[in-house]
T-cell receptor
Framework: TQLLEQSPQFLSIQEGENLTVYCNSS?????LQWYRQEPGEGPVLLVT?????EVKKLKRLTFQFGDARKDSSLHITAAQPGDTGLYLC???????????FGTGTSLTVIP | GAVVSQHPSRVICKSGTSVKIECRSL??????MFWYRQFPKKSLMLMAT?????????EQGVEKDKFLINHASLTLSTLTVTSAHPEDSSFYIC???????????FGDGTRLSIL
């Protein structure tokens, strides 16, 4: 099992604040994906990062893949209540036979 | 875009019943699908990798005889929870991608409640 540890586990912030979620592993990943999940639904893909050092932006969300491809971060600028949800990083195993999820970060944005 | 359909979305049944959950890839072929279990406010825990035309690969600690997986075609995988008990109550989610190294697309999950 290739573990993906996310921090923080829970985050509650006021609307308009900025936040960063971290996804760390001791293993190298060929790619990492970030998903957002709402209660009772399946995860929805936000972004895929492939190249070490890569930075991708999706409106107010900025994703970065570590140079060594062992970690990633998600930064949200000026958080809004609609950003509330469970954020998950995930990636394929070295063999490609498994697809593992991080431990998850539950974000609540208070209006 | 790619779509994965999971059925049923909700099951409530008595202890001892076997329950089958279907996962279909609607517009692409998936030689591999993944089955996950999720507890409230927790992340997805990989249960098994479903391989078309061959046996599923189960993660450590997952009972093969309890969670039967069949992947008979390139667009359909099924998970059968056999002789379900209350402790099997959970949210089960499947995923599929065109390859395992590509982003996965998820079904909407099945909420299983065993009374």
């Amino acid at each position: 099992t290739q573990l993906l540890e996310q921090s923080p586990q829970f985050l509650s912030i006021q609307e308009g604040e900025n936040l960063t979620v971290y996804c760390n592993s001791s293993s190298v990943f060929s790619s990492l994906q970030w998903y957002r999940q709402e209660p009772g639904e399946g995860p929805v893909l936000l972004v895929t990062v492939v190249t070490g050092g890569e930075v991708k932006k999706l409106k107010r969300l900025t994703f970065q893949f570590g140079d060594a491809r062992k970690d990633s971060s998600l930064h949200i600028t000026a958080a809004q209540p609609g950003d509330t949800g469970l954020y998950l990083c995930a990636g394929p195993s070295n063999t490609g036979n498994q697809f593992y999820f991080g431990t998850g970060t539950s974000l609540t944005v208070i209006p | 875009g790619a779509v994965v359909s999971q059925h049923p979305s909700r099951v409530i049944c008595k202890s001892g019943t076997s329950v089958k959950i279907e996962c279909r890839s609607l517009d692409f072929q998936a030689t591999t699908m993944f089955w996950y279990r999720q507890f409230p406010k927790k992340s997805l825990m990989l249960m098994a990798t479903s391989n078309e035309g061959s046996k599923a690969t189960y993660e450590q600690g997952v009972e093969k005889d309890k969670f039967l997986i069949n992947h008979a075609s390139l667009t359909l995988s099924t998970l059968t929870v056999t002789s379900a008990h209350p402790e099997d109550s959970s949210f089960y989610i499947c995923s599929a991608g065109q390859t395992t190294n590509q982003p996965q697309h998820f079904g909407d999950g099945t909420r299983l409640s065993i009374l």
